[in-house]
T-cell receptor, first 113, second 112 residues
Framework: NAGVTQTPKFRVLKTGQSMTLLCAQDMNHEYMYWYRQDPGMGLRLIHYSVGEGTTAKGEVPDGYNVSRLKKQNFLLGLESAAPSQTSVYFC????????????FGPGTRLTVL | DQQVKQNSPSLSVQEGRISILNCDYTNSMFDYFLWYKKYPAEGPTFLISISSIKDKNEDGRFTVFLNKSAKHLSLHIVPSQPGDSAVYFCAARGARAGKSTFGDGTTLTVKP
């Protein structure tokens, strides 16, 4: 099993450009999440999904959109990138239930110039 | 308002000694607490967890203690090993599994 994979691993954008980050999991998890981590800070939840076709806002959703068309994939979109979105982005997945741990991908390092 | 706080950004201990990492929370609706470990350039990995109905959970060298009245939990690592050097995140969840709140992390350095 590959677990949780993220594409791409690194990306540099210019202000105003758009891009999509792809997250894929092969564990048949219902729940998927997108976080961002800034230096010296913890992970902040951007958006999450509790099932195929459903998405919900997290703590810092502004400037991002998501889609969960297939159970195994969770896409994070930046329509018009800003330097404040320079961060490391982590995708995670889990089974339902607050007691279930999340499995994280390796991260995508995004720089917006 | 930060609901989960890890007040010590860093901790350094000698190999073989005990490491104690602390975490405080403010939301009494949290019912499950988890610790994750993160190495540089990797995603966090789950380490250990505890339900709010318990006050202790042990897994090998790792023990988590929960004090609900003080809204405080701690992770004990005994004995500490150099391979334990990483960033440790405390996380809390309520009944809705989509809402995990993370602390800012504590960087643990275990010196040989």
């Amino acid at each position: 099993n590959a677990g949780v994979t993220q594409t791409p691993k690194f990306r540099v954008l210019k202000t105003g450009q758009s891009m999509t980050l792809l997250c894929a999991q092969d564990m048949n998890h219902e729940y998927m999440y997108w976080y961002r981590q800034d230096p010296g800070m913890g992970l902040r939840l951007i958006h999450y999904s509790v099932g195929e076709g459903t998405t919900a806002k997290g703590e810092v959703p502004d400037g991002y959109n998501v889609s969960r068309l297939k159970k195994q994939n969770f896409l994070l979109g930046l329509e018009s990138a800003a330097p404040s979105q320079t961060s490391v982005y982590f995708c995670a997945s889990s089974y339902p239930g607050s007691h279930n741990e999340q499995f994280f991908g390796p991260g995508t390092r995004l720089t917006v110039l | 308002d930060q609901q989960v706080k890890q007040n010590s950004p860093s901790l350094s201990v000698q190999e073989g000694r005990i490491s104690i990492l602390n975490c405080d929370y403010t939301n009494s609706m949290f019912d499950y607490f988890l610790w994750y470990k993160k190495y540089p350039a990797e995603g966090p990995t789950f380490l250990i967890s505890i339900s709010s109905i318990k006050d202790k959970n042990e897994d090998g060298r790792f023990t988590v203690f929960l004090n609900k009245s003080a809204k405080h939990l701690s992770l004990h690592i005994v004995p500490s090993q150099p391979g334990d050097s990483a960033v440790y995140f405390c996380a809390a969840r309520g009944a809705r599994a989509g809402k995990s709140t993370f602390g800012d992390g504590t960087t643990l350095t275990v010196k040989p």
